[in-house]
């Protein structure tokens, strides 16, 4: 992914927002990038979801990079956009955008690029459903 200057814009459109807690810390008090990935594949699978009319699945993280850090009560915003659909998969930016509970203006912390596949009820990928 390129990265966008510190006072670009978020991309994409909101899949989730969350209040970073106490118990999502690391052993530094900032909060763990584990929960971050997590949160950041929950909101591209909403995505997903919607593209492939289907349940998904993640097959991949391609890309993944830690910006600056969240602090406990941070309101995180995370920001998806389709960046290419195949025949069974869909390959999703993420953005995650932080903004202290005080307060100020947004700054990125954490994009990724996630790749997910159209499963039917079996589990097996099927075509993503076109015209959505």
Same mark, same amino acid.
């Given at each position: $992914?390129?990265?966008?200057?510190p006072?670009?814009?978020?991309?994409?459109?909101?899949?989730?927002?969350?209040?970073?807690?106490?118990?999502?810390?690391?052993?530094?008090?900032?909060?763990?990038?584990?929960? %971050? =990935?997590? /949160? $950041?594949? %929950?909101?591209? +699978?909403? $995505? +997903?979801?919607?593209?492939?009319?289907?349940? =998904?699945?993640? =097959?991949?993280?391609?890309? $993944?990079?830690?910006?600056?850090?969240?602090?406990? &009560?941070?309101?995180?915003?995370?920001?998806?956009?389709?960046? &290419?659909?195949?025949?069974?998969?869909?390959?999703?930016?993420?953005?995650?955008?932080?903004?202290?509970?005080?307060?100020?203006? /947004?700054?990125?912390?954490?994009? &990724?690029?996630?790749?997910y596949?159209?499963?039917?009820?079996?589990?097996?990928?099927? +075509? =993503?459903?076109?015209?959505?």
């Amino acid at each position: $992914m390129d990265a966008p200057s510190p006072t670009a814009e978020p991309h994409g459109e909101i899949v989730i927002r969350a209040i970073a807690m106490p118990a999502d810390t690391n052993a530094n008090g900032d909060i763990f990038g584990g929960w %971050l =990935v997590s /949160q $950041m594949d %929950l909101g591209g +699978a909403v $995505m +997903a979801r919607t593209l492939a009319g289907s349940r =998904v699945a993640t =097959v991949a993280i391609d890309a $993944m990079s830690f910006d600056a850090p969240v602090n406990v &009560g941070d309101t995180v915003t995370f920001y998806a956009r389709l960046q &290419g659909i195949g025949r069974t998969s869909m390959k999703i930016g993420i953005e995650a955008w932080s903004q202290h509970y005080s307060g100020g203006a /947004q700054r990125r912390v954490t994009q &990724g690029v996630f790749t997910y596949v159209a499963i039917d009820a079996a589990g097996k990928p099927h +075509a =993503v459903k076109r015209g959505k």
